[in-house]
């Protein structure tokens, strides 16, 4: 397969030139409106750390999945257990991963089981215009679970008529498949994607198979716009070690379901009104096999349990675990722009459930798990209600900005809170501006954390929410050719929730652990080269530089996620131009962790400093016809991002994206 994909990638650097594909920053990005606050604002004026990641740098990304996009951003850590986007914990600024909030296109994402699958989203990178990420506590923005910042993912607009397909193969038996097709008809536009990935996997139990499905309908009538959304994202995989070394032979399959409905109402002769209602509904179904039922695995014995074809016999293990999560919600939101600045007022309302054999409290009866094994039932559910009411003041002169706002929640199990915030930056040169933030952040136990019962692992119903107080200071630069930052922050946590295990036992089990503080400075920058050294191949670089440290107490125990962050991450990209249709990406990503281990022998073990390395090349033959070849851990180091959980070698894929319009 190696031979066979670079003889590709020499191929390339001998066709026929047909369009120039140009490698300039978005010229209009200090104008990029983002969500940083509860009424938009523009880029370069935003007195917060915001990534922004345009189309332009998701396509000369050498990665296929969302979460090895994120890998690169500064200050984020993104902890795979599964390759191209099987599963991913997102961490941001050292928090956990049930810290970040996820969004699409606005509405919130994070499953309540477990932020484990946050990421199960039913969109492809091709589906995507860009990401936004908020680093930094956003609740007075997004409300809980946006305890260390948010991560935004917006979907593409159809613009044209147009049908696109995309196919890759490559190591590993990997196989990737996508089309998406796109109708705009006067003031309507509907667009329609499906995509799907298997892999034989890279050692015995790593094998999946993925499938996303998206549809996106928008309506402009006059001034308004309403916009429809409907997806399922389906995964069905070896989880090896994912959870504990002690089992290693697990898997899982998860089925996630989406849709919502989103208005924009522009009321008044300038449209200084604007009215944002939404409304979405959430269904996530979650298999886990503690022990993976199948050929060469395990099987159903007489009178309950399991047992392997080497004669294991597990009899205290009777059934997986199976869960249901739903959730549906609504927001309306209204914005107001007078000589005060933007006035936002709002109401979030939130139901989040769950029916499991794990998760939960007895419940009335028990109900059959829909085309599973007849022993499967929900035995066990909890529910919670969540309300929010916000108000937010922005004000911007030409060389001042300020935010300022307040979040009251309630809810039904965790009470109330008052969350405030505010940010402020001031121009200092042309495109030099100094800011500063402090906002109050919180997040509330997951039901995992509350129930989870089983393999040693034990949750806790005593659990409170744990907050923040969150600090930031810092410099943007921001031009039509670069882009920099450099900040300060700090991160002080109470009644932080983690997992742990205490000195001289085996299992694990939730606890509210008190305090952590968690500070660190981070500085990055693009450039644009081909505007000022036009004869260089060299024409875009981008480098970040993140360190982190905690101030914590942890005698007496060892922190299985709260403590594990990255201390020192320093991300590269660059991006060249050899001819008219040959191009390259190069991703570089050093990573040193804090924190250890224990493997299935009960041995700790600290994290070794890894060095990734992602590698594109790419040919753009004509308007329609595109090719590459990618190789993924360039330098085939032998790593884990979690304890125990393998990740694969040198993983190369080549393929192609065509697209035509009608």
Known sequence: MMKQILTVALLLTGATYAQETTTKLDSNLKEFQVTATRGSVEFEEVARKVTLITKQEIEQSAVQSIPELLEYVSNIDVRQRGPLGVQADLSIRGSSFEQVLVLLNGIKMNDPQTGHLSMNLPVSLVDIERIEVLHGGAARIYGPNAFAGAINIITRNPIENEVQANVSVGDFGYTQLGTSATLVHKNTSHRFSVERKASDGYERNTDFEQLNVFWESEARLGKHEIRFNLGQNEKLFGAQNFYSARFPYQQEKNKAQFTSLVGKLRLGKENQLVITPRAYYRRHFDRFELFREGEGYYHRIPGGGFASNEGDTVTWYTSHNYHRTD???????????????????????????????????????????????????????????????????????????????????????????????????????????AYGSINKSFRFPSFTDLYYSLGGAQGSEDLEPEESLNYEGGFKYTSSTARGHLAYFRREGSNMIDWITYDGEEGTQAANITEITMNGIEADFVYNLSSTLEKLPLKRVSASYTHLWADANTDGFSSIYALDYLAHKVDVGLHFRFSKILFADWMISFQEREGDYTDAQGIENAYDPVLLSDLQLRAQLNKKISMYVQANNLFDIDYVDIGNVQQPGRWVKAGANIRFGY
């Open 327 to 433: 959730v549906y919600g609504a927001e309306i939101n209204a914005t107001y722009e007078s000589f005060l600045g933007k006035t936002s007022i709002g109401y979030d309302y939130r139901f989040e459930g769950v029916n499991s054999n794990n998760l939960g409290k007895p419940k009335d009866g028990v109900e059959q798990v829909v085309n599973e094994h007849p022993s499967a039932v929900y035995d066990l559910s909890d529910w919670r209600e969540n309300h929010s009411i916000y108000f937010e003041q922005s004000y911007n002169h030409k060389w001042f900005h300020i935010s300022a706002g307040a979040l009251y929640n309630t809810n039904n199990r965790f009470g109330e809170d008052f969350l405030p915030g505010i940010d402020a930056s001031v121009r200092i040169l042309e495109n030099l501006r």
